[in-house]
């Protein structure tokens, strides 16, 4: 199976400035997409940004211009930059990769979440 680790959550105050990192591991043949999604309580789990191969980069509207999220392929390493952090920024963020595996199986995993805490 593919494992997705991530780390860099934590307490920061209203317009500081995290960097989230999320790297797959296993018999991996291709990552196609991988994604940050993000999840507060009693909310819905929502699409942050997402970073397909060979396509443009999607965000939604309400980080556009603070958050940029990267890929380091060699390493299948996704990451989430983000700046003029919000209280409303709180949640656990998720990060998802969709590919194929060395056996041409497709798969589709999740990280196990990281805590963002945007507070004074």
């Known amino acids: 199976q593919v494992q997705l680790v991530e780390s860099g959550g934590g307490l920061v105050q209203p317009g500081g400035s995290l960097r989230l990192s999320c790297a797959a591991s296993g018999s991996i043949l291709s990552v196609e997409t991988m994604g940050w999604y993000r999840q507060a309580p009693g909310k819905q789990r929502e699409l942050v940004a997402s970073m397909p191969s060979g396509a443009s980069t999607k965000y939604t509207d309400s980080v556009k211009g603070r958050f940029t999220i990267s890929r380091d392929n060699a390493k299948n390493t996704v990451y989430l930059q983000m700046n003029s952090l919000r209280p409303d920024d709180t949640a656990v963020y998720y990060c998802?990769?969709?590919?194929?595996?060395?056996?041409?199986?497709?798969?589709?995993?999740w990280g196990q979440g990281t805590q963002v805490t945007v507070s004074s």
């Open positions: 998802n990769a969709i590919g194929l595996t060395t056996t041409y199986r497709t798969f589709g995993s």
